[in-house]
């Protein structure tokens, strides 16, 4: 099992759908949580860390349910510039600190 | 402030031969981290340093090796070279782990490809 899963995609979806993407992660010593965003042939930037209270910024609201390991990012209004893959990313601490990146979920947003 | 830079943008190399990758962190940084992305996946951690020791590894064999300089700049250095180590080599900077602003800037990154 992968440390770090995201829904496969791509997803195809027209400008002003309302998006989300699933994340489950496997390792409980996790600590920090994050989306990033990676457009084509360009490095990842932040997009949003992610806390177990939920927060918003903008369209943008991210989730995380330590129970059930899982993390979510949700798009609102969806803008043709949001096409991009968006990868959802955890930190672990198991005496060294690791970054694991999930595989990305492709997202298109068309006109 | 300084962006994260990477050199060379471009390498080939051939089977079997080693390589050095270059990374200058953002100012103020003092952590780096570097990491493996292949073509349609997402980055593969390979280590981190921290004040110019090796505080996390991923699962990376021992061919993959790294140094942080005092300027926190650091290399990642590969040996004996095969066709799968072909990527995108990807250097990230950031506050150390466990601070409360932890945002991982990346470069540009390393296109390696190994023939």
């Known amino acids: 099992r992968k440390e770090v899963e995201q829904d496969p995609g791509p997803f195809n979806v027209p400008e002003g759908a309302t998006v989300a993407f699933n994340c489950t992660y496997s390792n409980s010593a996790s600590q920090s949580f994050f989306w990033y965003r990676q457009d084509c042939r360009k490095e990842p930037k932040l997009l949003m860390s992610v806390y177990s209270s939920g927060n918003e910024d903008g369209r943008f609201t991210a989730q995380l349910n330590r129970a059930s390991q899982y993390i979510s990012l949700l798009i609102r209004d969806s803008k043709l510039s949001d096409s991009a893959t968006y990868l959802c990313v955890v930190i672990l601490n198991t005496g060294g600190f690791k970054t694991i990146f999930g595989a990305g979920t492709r997202l298109f947003v068309k006109a | 402030e300084t962006g994260v830079t990477q050199s060379p943008t471009h390498l080939i190399k051939t089977r079997g031969q080693q390589v050095t990758l270059r990374c200058s962190s953002q100012?103020?940084?003092?952590?780096v981290s570097w990491y493996q992305q292949a073509l349609g996946q997402g980055p593969q951690f390979i280590f981190q340093?921290?004040?110019?020791?090796?505080?996390g590894r991923g699962n990376f064999p021992p061919r993959f090796s790294g140094l942080q300089f005092p300027n926190y700049s650091s290399e990642l250095n590969v040996n004996a070279l095969e066709l799968d180590d072909s990527a995108l080599y990807l250097c990230?900077?950031?506050?150390?782990?466990?601070?409360?602003?932890?945002?991982?800037?990346f470069g540009p990154g390393t296109r390696l490809t190994v023939l």
């Open positions: 990230a900077s950031s506050f150390p782990p466990g601070s409360s602003y932890n945002e991982q800037f």
């Open positions: 340093y921290y004040r110019e020791e090796e505080n």
């Open positions: 100012s103020g940084h003092n952590t």
